[in-house]
């Protein structure tokens, strides 16, 4: 029979990984086998740049936790796996994509992202919209863009009324 201590070790951990999970609004389970040291401190430090991090639990008590919040990913606890955690949809996700183009080692496995699973396909896709910020000045840009026409327009109509 296994040591009290180590149970309610084991408990705790499972309490924080289910923590995590609620808490992020994306997680992202992926392999870091061949990462070196520094490889592993550089996307750290990039990840904590967009307010997101990670940490290599045992699959086990991942499995555990998952389970205990209804989340079915299983089939890809398979191997070492890192969980990355972030408040931001899509930030994590391209940051750990980047990492990868850089780093063939790293590979993504599943993620969720608002309560949806989102397999390899669709953390790419994931990976490819813009931020946040990005978006945002896109669509300043468009707002610009209607009240620059809008100013010309008034421009020409005014001129073509002075000259009738």
Do not use: W
């Not at 430090?45 to 045992?58: F, Q």
């Not at 796996?81 to 990868?100: G, N, P, R, W, Y």
């Not at 790293?106 to 896709?125: R, T």
């Amino acid at each position: 029979m296994a040591n009290q201590k180590i149970i309610e070790q084991k408990k705790e951990v499972v309490e924080e990984i289910k923590n995590h999970i609620n808490d992020a609004s994306t997680i992202v389970l992926f392999d870091y086998r061949g990462l070196t040291d520094n490889d592993s401190k550089e996307l750290r430090c990039k990840l904590r740049e967009v307010g997101a991090d990670y940490k290599i639990y045992k699959n086990t008590l991942m499995k555990r936790a998952f389970d205990d919040l209804n989340i079915n990913v299983q089939e890809h606890l398979e191997g070492p796996s890192a969980l990355t955690f972030s408040e931001d949809q899509v930030a994590a996700i391209k940051v750990l994509s980047d990492f990868a183009k850089d780093h063939e080692q790293l590979n993504l496995k599943v993620g969720v992202v608002d309560g949806q699973i989102a397999d390899k396909a669709l953390l790419q896709e994931y990976a490819t919209i813009p931020s946040r910020d990005g978006l945002l000045t896109m669509l300043a840009g468009g707002m610009i863009e209607i009240v620059r026409d809008l100013s010309i327009c008034l421009d020409l109509y005014g001129k073509q009324k002075e000259e009738n």
